[in-house]
């Protein structure tokens, strides 16, 4: 999400907020990009897969709506604990864990998972 007033022919780190705790992006918070400006951060992030995928989550929300796919999904998803309209489904959680896993720049590590297999 874009800070309020925030001007989309100049943007600046500070414009960008995470839309599951509104953090504000800075050069040591990893964030990735979703649909129409749409931004999860590291940390919450890693709180969402600890919740759905380390947990096995298989719990529905029913059809809820994606912040970061912005589609209409039915698998488990989290929900953030401060906006209640900001979910992100279990597919977006793998996607953008990851695309920061494997970002030169980041120190992001994708969290354990007890059902990964060995490489």
């Not at 414009?15 to 649909?35: Q, S, T, Y």
């Not at 400006?37 to 059809?63: F, T």
């Not at 209640?84 to 953008?96: T, Y």
Request: overall charge negative; some cysteine; proline content about 4%.
């Amino acid at each position: 999400m874009f800070r309020e007033g925030a001007n989309p022919d100049s943007m600046d780190m500070n414009d960008v907020l995470c839309d599951f705790c509104h953090a504000v992006w800075k050069e040591d918070i990893p964030m990735v990009e979703g649909h129409r400006g749409s931004c999860i951060c590291g940390k919450c992030l890693r709180m969402a897969w600890g919740v759905v995928v380390s947990n096995k989550m298989n719990d529905s929300q029913g059809e809820a709506t994606c912040r970061m796919c912005l589609e209409k999904r039915e698998d488990p998803c989290y929900q953030s604990p401060a906006y209640e309209d900001a979910l992100i489904c279990r597919r977006c959680i793998r996607m953008s864990a990851h695309t920061l896993r494997i970002d030169d720049d980041g120190a992001w590590e994708m969290p354990e998972r007890s059902d990964r297999v060995a490489e």
